[in-house]
């Protein structure tokens, strides 16, 4: 739809006439001869000046902050949106970032706790129960050697790591070094780690102790589902920021295009029309303003 408005400015041999105390004679013969007498019309040359939006500058507000650009564009509602949504994905991000951080140092807790898992008890299990999960280990192979002491207490964490390699079987991971990330994850992610839990008792799996892929004990199972529910937090919490920097890059293309359509919906014309009043010919200016829409 193009809608056009034209404003026309007149100069009349009335308004000539208030403007310089001219006085008439009420004879429009002679009004329009002492006009001629007495002014002169020039040729002036008129410009006009349309202040166009810069596409570059909108989408470049908005890549800083979204709903910027729209500002520019005086499309207020449109600002207001993407405001919205910068603030509740800043907001999301945040607050599930923390409630990760929160039930990770939980469960890490749990875990180092009394109740909750211990390498030696895993070390000392793994080394009795080696040869009934893999018969082709026998008790006096290299890889059961200097694992544990005669407490029961981890020697070295390498031949751990060696002994699970040589046992196989359900023994699919090599335990991370203690303290890390994925040492918290595997214990309560892979069923050959059950055997450390504080609950983990071979009565509970006659005749001989736990077989994959028998049920976990119920200490192992909770502690995977408080892991999960950290790791859901943080899914969350990344979801919010993969949507943060979608926006800012849909604000900046939309105020660019925005931008760029008022340019070429607007236009203007500016030009120079006559009159003639008997002998008198009368000049106005003509300006001429079209919008599409």
């Known amino acids: 739809m193009k809608k056009t408005i034209i404003v026309i400015l007149a100069l009349t041999i009335t308004t000539l006439a208030q403007e310089n105390k001219l006085e008439l004679s009420g004879n429009l013969s002679q009004d329009i001869f002492t006009s001629q007498q007495n002014f002169q019309f020039d040729n002036t040359e008129t410009s006009l000046v349309i202040k166009k939006r810069s596409p570059m500058l909108a989408g470049g507000l908005s890549v800083v902050l979204p709903g910027a650009g729209q500002f520019y564009n005086k499309d207020y509602w449109k600002s207001a949106i993407f405001v ?50 893999n018969p082709l280990l026998s008790e006096t192979d290299d890889a059961l050697q200097g694992v544990v002491d005669e407490n ?43 055997a450390g839990w504080a609950d983990y008792k071979d009565s509970d799996y006659p005749p001989n102790g736990y077989v994959y892929p028998q049920q976990v004990t119920a200490t ?43 340019n070429r919906s ?7 029309n006559s009159n003639s009043i008997g002998y008198n010919r009368v000049f106005y200016p003509e300006l001429s303003l079209s919008y599409r829409f």
């Open 84 to 133: 919205a949504l910068e603030t509740a994905g800043i907001v999301t991000a945040i607050v599930y970032s923390n409630k990760g951080d929160e039930q990770t140092i939980s469960f890490q807790n749990f875990a180092n706790s009394p109740d909750g898992w211990s390498v030696d008890k895993y070390a000392q299990w793994s080394v009795d129960n080696a040869n009934r999960i």
């Open 152 to 194: 029961g207490k981890l020697i070295s964490w390498a031949k751990l790591n060696d002994l699970e390699t040589a046992i196989g079987h359900y023994y699919s991971h090599r335990l991370a070094p203690y303290n890390d990330q994925q040492y918290y994850e595997m214990i309560g992610k892979y069923q050959q780690f059950n």
């Open 220 to 262: 192992n199972s909770w502690y995977a589902d408080e892991r999960g529910k950290a790791n859901s937090y943080y899914d969350i919490s990344n979801l919010a920021v993969k949507i943060l920097v979608a926006n800012h890059i849909i604000s900046a293309v939309e105020a660019a295009l925005s931008a760029n359509s008022y």
């Open 266 to 272: 607007l236009n203007a014309e500016v030009k120079m």
